[in-house]
């Protein structure tokens, strides 16, 4: 006679087998995750392959990240970040100094970036459009970036409404655009206009 199922699976020495691992359901973290992954091993990105590899349908991707090039937005604004965190860790000097070693190691590592050189040699005009968009994630996290530079390095200047406006697009148009059109970056121009607007602020009346 057929033993009945008890619900727990036997090994054949009559021993009681652990029950199979649920695995964790992908979620819109992961897919970012993901693609952050292919983009930084120099990898096309592709939203079928994505979905694929995720084991959801492509309607599902898309309600989670948007269009393509959305995503890839996020990959770009999510590096931006992370160089801002390692620089920051190893930046140097106080005060203005220490916001030119940061900016300065930013922007070495940016231009430093194989990945996002050889995704700017794959897809120009999209690296152009994402990297030199006013309103986009990149411009807007690097605003946030440098303010928070100036509000912790710079607590005496009073900076004009439109002084970190000037340091980003100065960045988006030496730095930026040259990587975009693979050309070498104008490193040094933006530090230099940096610290040229830097040093025209007034100070703070006390």
Same mark, same amino acid.
């Given at each position: 006679m057929k033993a009945e199922a008890t619900g727990v699976a036997r090994e +054949? %020495?009559?021993t009681d087998r652990p029950p199979e691992p649920a695995f964790r359901k992908a979620s819109p973290e992961d897919? $970012?995750? *993901?693609? +952050?992954? +292919?983009f930084l091993e120099g990898q096309r990105i592709e939203m079928r392959t994505l979905a694929q590899d995720l084991g959801i349908g492509r309607t599902t991707l898309y309600r989670w990240v948007g269009e393509r090039e959305e995503l890839i937005e996020e990959v770009f604004?999510?590096? /931006? #970040? #992370?160089? !801002?965190?390692v620089v920051s860790a190893q930046a140097k000097g106080t005060g203005r100094a220490r916001l030119i070693d $940061? !900016?300065?190691r930013f *922007? %070495? /590592?940016?231009s430093a970036s194989t990945p996002l050189s050889d995704f700017a040699s794959r897809e120009p005009a *999209?690296?152009? +459009? *994402?990297l030199l968009d006013r309103k986009g994630k990149v411009a807007t996290r690097s605003k946030e970036l440098i303010s928070i530079l100036v509000e912790e390095h710079l607590p005496d200047l009073a900076v004009p409404?439109?002084?970190v406006d000037a340091i980003e697009m100065s960045t988006a148009a030496l730095v930026w655009a040259n990587i975009a059109a693979e050309r070498e970056p104008d490193i040094e121009g933006a530090i230099s206009l940096t610290e040229t607007l830097i040093d025209v602020c007034p100070r703070k009346q006390a």
């Open positions: +054949r %020495d009559g897919a $970012i995750a *993901l693609a +952050r992954a +292919r604004a999510g590096l /931006v #970040d #992370d160089w !801002f965190q $940061i !900016f300065t *922007l %070495d /590592v940016a *999209l690296t152009m +459009r *994402l409404e439109n002084f």
